[in-house]
């Protein structure tokens, strides 16, 4: 899958048959995204990098899409993404009753049947370990403050220069 072919099915046939005002939600595969120029590294010259942030002036261009939001997962936690666990289900799937070559078109045929497999009951037990996780992650970051306001291991006196 390269950027070019993505955004042409995007474009193509997924725009038109989801509803206007939807969200649509993608991970961060790297076909997900194009670069559009080419960003200055350590071999390039004086000359490029200035040439670049001239152009840019540091801010980044949005592409918007008319009548959707697009919401990207953060990258490296496919953990937090149901979608990644009904791919995952839905690749398994495949590699068993898949016998024939790539793109074949009884291959798509599979493909479409294994999607129409993928439950109601399958997505909420996704969505469900997703909530578990982001709420373990939640926890993980903060922990447990408790503050003994009866406490009297402090006193005033402990203050007083006396």
């Given amino acids: 899958m390269s950027a070019y072919i993505f955004e042409k099915w995007f ?5 038109p048959n989801v509803p206007r005002n939807s969200v649509i939600v ?3 595969a790297s076909y997900h995204s194009a670069q559009t120029e080419k960003i200055p590294n350590t071999s390039s010259n004086k000359e490029e990098i200035k040439e670049f ?8 261009e949005e592409r918007l899409i008319p009548g959707f939001q697009v919401f990207r997962f953060p990258q ?3 953990n937090f993404n149901s979608i990644e666990m009904i791919w995952a289900e839905l690749e398994s799937h495949l590699r068993r009753k898949n016998i024939s070559p790539k793109f074949s078109c009884s291959m ?3 493909i479409k049947n294994e999607i129409g497999r993928i439950s109601n009951v399958s997505w909420k037990n996704c ?3 997703v909530i578990r996780e982001e709420n373990d992650y939640r926890n993980k970051l903060v922990p447990e403050l408790i503050i003994h306001v009866e406490d009297e291991s ?4 402990d203050f007083d220069d006396e």
């Fill in 76 to 78: 490296h936690h496919c």
């Fill in 127 to 129: 969505v469900q370990h």
């Fill in 108 to 110: 798509i045929q599979l």
């Fill in 154 to 157: 402090s006193d005033e006196s």
């Fill in 26 to 28: 993608m991970d961060n």
């Fill in 11 to 15: 474009l193509e046939n997924l725009l």
């Fill in 53 to 60: 942030l001239q152009n840019n002036v540091l801010f980044f």
